[in-house]
């Protein structure tokens, strides 16, 4: 089996299958989990086909639905663009295959994020107005003519758009043979053992020695914006309310939610070299000397249970940058392999792009 206790959107996942190799993903993200479920799950054409025009078929005029819990709506939609989605997310509910509605849900989220007033330039969301780069600026016209469009859209000719490119797309996944199996295997990377499924219940459970491959990227110190972009999607689907929010950026690591508390019990993240650096920042700037060390520490719970699930002779292949804190570098890679030689990995081959 290989491993991506990071698996974002599932590409390992899915290049595992091509491959045909099994696989197992985590992630603390429930849109990204929701993602890499769908990618990994083919549907036949004729049976997607079918189910895609019976669900067009069926999108109300008016929602019966009350509105969804998406933090700032007003701000983010038009009125009538919030009616229309409404609309459209009740025929999606009313399907009753849960792999076609988990594939509906799907590109409901992505015609939600290209309704919206989000700029589509940026992955972290940012609101587009008119008039809101000076003349003469290159994106002033741009911009301007997006918002009109935004104003008299049709919401349901988008969400066609989004639904048919997405089932070309499958099609080509499901004329392919048998595929290996794909298993969203939980939420957190440093808890492997627990077995969480995708609502937190359940699910498969990692073994020792049940992996013979880890393959993953995983993210950086103070870096962590991955739930505030995709807020939107997460309240239109219902996987995450706006009083959860908090708590799910809670669950990242990397994350820069910190209390004043959290940043007074931080000590040291037991990397002797990055704790020299990291008590030069807490002298000017506590609160990011702990979002960097308490990094490390939960990485080190990550790599320690990848070790743990590793079969003896089986590989770690990780993917990671340096980056600065403070305007101070900060050497990831090098603390991530120091960690993972305490832990008792084995260095076999580094490979650097300068």
């Known amino acids: ?112 994020r290209k309704v919206s007033l989000a700029d589509p330039r940026l992955a972290v969301p940012v609101r587009l107005q008119f008039d809101q780069y000076p003349k003469g600026h290159p994106l002033r016209e741009k911009t301007n003519q997006h918002v009109r469009r935004l104003r008299r859209l049709n919401v349901r000719k988008v969400f066609d758009e989004v639904l048919r490119s997405n089932c070309r797309r499958m099609n080509v996944l499901s004329k392919g043979s048998r ?70 950026k809670r669950l990242a690591i990397g ?5 004043k508390a959290d940043c007074e019990r931080f000590s040291c993240s037991g990397v002797s070299s990055a704790d020299r650096i990291l008590a030069e920042i807490r002298k000017t700037n506590p609160w990011r000397a702990s979002v960097a060390g308490t990094y490390l520490l939960e990485m080190r719970d990550a790599l320690s249970e990848m070790y743990r699930v590793l079969v003896p002779g089986g590989y770690l292949v990780l993917i990671a940058a340096n980056n600065k804190v403070c305007g101070r570098e900060f050497r990831t890679q090098d603390y991530l392999r120091r960690i993972a030689d305490d832990l008792g990995f084995d260095l076999v081959l580094r490979l650097v792009d300068i």
């Open 179 to 248: 595929l290996p199996p794909a298993t969203i295997a939980g939420c957190d990377a440093r808890r492997l053992s627990h077995g969480l499924g995708d609502n937190g219940t359940g699910g498969a459970t990692l073994e020792r020695d049940s992996v013979r491959l880890v393959i993953t990227s995983p993210p950086y110190p103070g870096a962590q914006k991955y739930v505030r972009s995709v807020s939107l999607s997460l309240g239109w689907l219902g996987l995450c309310g706006t009083d959860e929010l908090a708590d799910l």
């Open 255 to 259: 994350r820069e939610e910190y209390s």
């Open 1 to 112: 089996m290989i491993l991506d206790p990071f698996c974002g959107s599932g590409t390992v996942l899915l290049a595992s299958q091509l491959a045909g190799r099994a696989s197992a993903g985590v992630d603390s993200n429930p849109l990204a989990r929701l993602v890499a479920r769908v990618k990994t799950t083919p549907i036949s054409e004729r049976h997607l086909c079918r189910a895609a025009q019976r669900l067009l078929d069926r999108i109300p005029d008016s929602p019966r639905d009350g509105t969804p819990d998406v933090v700032n709506l007003g701000k983010w939609f038009y009125p009538h663009i919030v009616l229309q989605l409404r609309c459209i997310l009740e025929a999606i509910r009313s399907t009753r295959n849960p792999i076609a509605r988990d594939f509906f849900l799907v590109s409901f989220s992505k015609c939600v």
